[in-house]
């Protein structure tokens, strides 16, 4: 079946550590997203990705980096410098051509850090 | 910039009640504009979208007219079941280049039997 796979589901940190999410889609996708979600608010843009080897700043970017070496690959590290990053993160894909752009998104991971 | 304006929550109803959820959005020229749900503890799952002025969007029940007078989307369902208990998201997407989605703060629906 074809899907986005995150991982892992709940993810437990201490503060000052990087921390690294997987998203993974066999869907053929060319742009891949990363947004972020909090408690009674609607989903930000972190990064997104249009293809291979490039990749753009959302809204709130500063504190997490990423890489997309791999067309089915977009992993998000949470870095030391976010200051609030207990969050829902939810990864995203898309066709890049055809005009609805509909995102497809996964199953996302619950990061703590304390 | 483009912002997307939805109804607040939560909203509770009896099992069978008609359900309406607002959502309104500005933005400049012909967005797409979309219905995400989200079950508890999972990702967002489309639900239903329109690409165009005048365009239905349905699924599962749900329906949403693009109103291009009133830059309106809203959610409606004839019968809620328990199982639609969830929280909706009201999104819009430009057709021109940019394919970042605009989400609405989304409403959380609860269905009791």
């Known amino acids: 079946d074809g899907g986005i796979t995150q991982s892992p589901k709940y993810l437990f940190r201490k503060e000052g550590q990087n921390v690294t999410l997987s998203c993974e889609q066999n869907?053929?996708?060319?742009?891949m997203y990363w947004y972020r979600q909090d408690p009674g608010q609607g989903l930000r843009l972190i990064y997104y990705?249009?293809?291979?080897?490039?990749?753009q700043k959302g809204d709130i970017a500063e504190g997490y980096s990423v890489s997309r070496e791999k067309k089915e690959s977009f992993p998000l590290t949470v870095t030391s410098a976010q200051k609030n990053p207990t969050a829902f993160y939810l990864c995203?894909?898309?066709?890049?051509?055809?005009?609805?752009?509909?995102?497809?998104f996964g199953p996302g991971t619950r990061l703590t850090v304390t | 910039g483009d912002s997307v304006t939805q109804m607040e929550g939560p909203v509770t109803l009896s099992e069978e009640a008609f359900l309406t959820i607002n959502c309104t959005y500005t933005a400049t020229g012909y967005p797409s504009l979309f219905w995400y749900v989200q079950y508890p503890g999972e990702g967002l799952q489309l639900l239903l979208k329109a690409t165009k002025a005048d365009d239905k969007g349905s699924n599962k029940g749900f329906e949403a007219t693009y109103r291009k007078e009133t830059t309106s989307f809203h959610l409606e369902k004839g019968s809620v079941q328990v199982s639609d208990s969830a929280v909706y998201f009201c999104a819009l997407l430009h057709n021109f280049g940019n394919e970042k989605l605009t989400f609405g703060t989304g409403t959380r629906l609860t269905i009791i039997p």
């Open positions: 995203a894909s898309s066709f890049n051509r055809g005009r609805s752009y509909e995102q497809y």
């Open positions: 869907l053929n996708h060319d742009a």
């Open positions: 990705s249009q293809i291979v080897n490039d990749f």
